[in-house]
Antibody, heavy 122, light 107 residues
Framework: QVQLQESGPGLVKPSQTLSLTCTVS??????????WSWIRQVAGEGLEWIGD???????NFNPSLKSRVTISVDTSKNQFSLKLNSVTAADTAVYYC??????????????WGHGTLVTVSS | DIQMTQSPSSLSASVGDRVTITCRAS??????LNWYQQRPGKAPKLLIY???TLQTGVPSRFTGSGSGTFFTLTISSLQPEDFATYSC?????????FGQGTKVEVK
């Protein structure tokens, strides 16, 4: 059973870069028709898809964040990572990693990591 | 962007109650609609994909229906472990978007 776990600093200063890693266990990140995704949730708001990556390196991003986001994958470590630069307090959120399944023309996110709270504050 | 609007934002119910949550899309999304459950402190969990297909292992008391712009998630008989927040997500547009969530609380 595939499991995902986020890791990274819980506190980032304004204007700096938020960096998170998602470690995949219980299966290879390279197997199957999956994209590896980052999703966040600001307190009191809905979930917001940030972007994702295929193990070929192909990426997709939310246009609202695209200019500030980098997603990369390290298949040797079974990990993928998120970098969000020039952060502000508005980027304070719980960040989730998730696997996006693409099947026929449907897509869904499953499983998810437990999430990690990142606070942007000086 | 396709906007997803859920109602209600929260509801109070008792164990054994039948609960229905609605999700509306700002444009037609066919049946490209998924439902997730978030328990406090737990990873979000996929319940239903393609509007009505139950994910493996999800109890049959959960039912999804709808197409186009209007969708529902029904819990036929609420169980203690079902008190959680439920979110819909459209997969019609590649800018995947979610509803704001519906919190199901104890009455």
């Amino acid at each position: 059973q595939v499991q995902l776990q986020e890791s990274g600093p819980g506190l980032v200063k304004p204007s700096q870069t938020l960096s998170l890693t998602c470690t995949v266990s219980g299966g290879s990140i390279s197997s199957g028709n999956y994209y590896w995704s980052w999703i966040r949730q600001v307190a009191g708001e809905g979930l917001e898809w940030i972007g994702d990556i295929y193990t070929s390196g192909s990426t997709n991003f939310n246009p609202s964040l695209k200019s500030r986001v980098t997603i990369s994958v390290d298949t040797s470590k079974n990990q993928f990572s998120l970098k969000l630069n020039s952060v502000t307090a508005a980027d304070t959120a719980v960040y989730y990693c998730a696997r996006r399944t693409y099947f026929s023309t449907s897509n869904w996110f499953d499983p998810w990591g437990h999430g990690t709270l990142v606070t942007v504050s000086s | 962007d396709i906007q997803m609007t859920q109602s209600p934002s929260s509801l109070s119910a008792s164990v054994g109650d039948r609960v229905t949550i609605t999700c509306r899309a700002s444009q037609s999304i066919s049946n490209y609609l998924n439902w997730y459950q978030q328990r406090p402190g737990k990873a979000p969990k996929l319940l239903i994909y393609a509007a009505s297909t139950l994910q493996t292992g999800v109890p049959s008391r959960f039912t999804g229906s709808g197409s186009g712009t209007f969708f529902t998630l029904t819990i036929s008989s609420l169980q203690p472990e079902d008190f959680a927040t439920y979110s819909c997500q459209q997969s019609y547009s590649t800018l995947w978007t979610f509803g704001q969530g519906t919190k199901v609380e104890v009455k």
